[in-house]
């Protein structure tokens, strides 16, 4: 008779490993970014074209502000505070879609409705943020925070745990509890970063100029954490920045007319344009005139993203924050003029 012996815990065999110089090359990289970065522009464009005419309503600059306040007293992390603000965002973009898919033709016109809702909305703002907040925590850590600490951190708010829970069980119900589980604006930031580091060019006349400056090394770690740092202060202050990009794209102030919302919108839903122009301004914050060029010559390799958009969207962003761009070299102004 024969045995076979059995190992049930066998060490597998050791794949030898390329080294550094062989294994991991620019083209290597590249085709590892660029599968990657498929389905993040696939739900970008998606995002674009469902872009809802209300987003004013939804991109709510006091609620960002508070959920980004209960997280730093709660020392949450930034993925934390992000799905939040995206699973309110979801939450309040669904809940308007069902509420013009109810209402009449002549409803719609007049307004009338779609106000009552808004209100209902503004008056419950605040445990439907919080139960996000819940709902986030539970989503991006393994521990996760219960309505007991959150009131009693907050007992300012004057809530009671159970109020929090009920609009906890209402959102992610109405989401089907569909809520993702990394928030897409880091993750286009990380995926820009990973971009601006594989310098590539291409045969496009702009990244043909780029190629005979002096390029600036930066850290990437350093690039993704001031990119992360002025996300925060794009987010508080939404209205503010994007008026700003009205005003260069346009020439114009923006019109409050419902026309004009809907076309804005598609730039409001554009996370690529805000995560590449964040990377962007953030070279230009740490790397001056030297960093920026090469990045967006970088970025439109990959990101269908034009170059004065990028350019433009940054340097709105960097004057926000009173830290306006330096004067750039004269390719990067051709290309945006």
Known sequence: MVTTNIHAFLTPPLT????YSSMWTQQEMRKQVEDALKSLLAKNKQEIEAAHSCLDIVYNDKITELIFSVAKTLSLSSEIKYQAVEIYQSFISSYLDSCVASCSKE???????????????????????????????????????????????????????????KHEI???????????????????IGAAVSIAGLWHGSSEPFTNKVKGLNMKCLSAECVQETAVELSDFVYL????VYEKLCCSLTGQTPRRTSQFQA????????????????????????????AVAPVIASLCVLIPVAPKDLFIFATCILESVHCPLPALCDLVQDESS
Request: proline share 4%.
């Open 107 to 165: 409803d719609l016109s007049t307004d009338k409705v779609l106000k009552q809702k808004a209100r209902k909305i503004k008056e419950e703002a605040t445990p439907k943020a919080l139960a996000c907040v819940l709902i986030a925590s539970k989503l991006t850590s393994n521990k996760s925070l219960f309505t007991t600490t959150m009131v009693s951190s907050l007992s300012w708010l004057k809530l009671h745990p159970r109020d929090i829970c």
């Open 170 to 188: 209402q959102i992610l119900k109405h989401l089907e509890f569909r809520c993702c589980k990394i928030s897409p604006v880091l993750e286009y």
């Open 16 to 19: 030898p490993f390329k080294s």
């Open 237 to 240: 202050n939404r209205e503010q």
């Open 263 to 290: 076309m804005f919108a598609r730039v409001l839903a554009d996370r690529m344009l805000l995560a590449g122009s964040l990377v962007v301004a953030a070279a230009g914050i740490l790397g001056g005139t030297a």
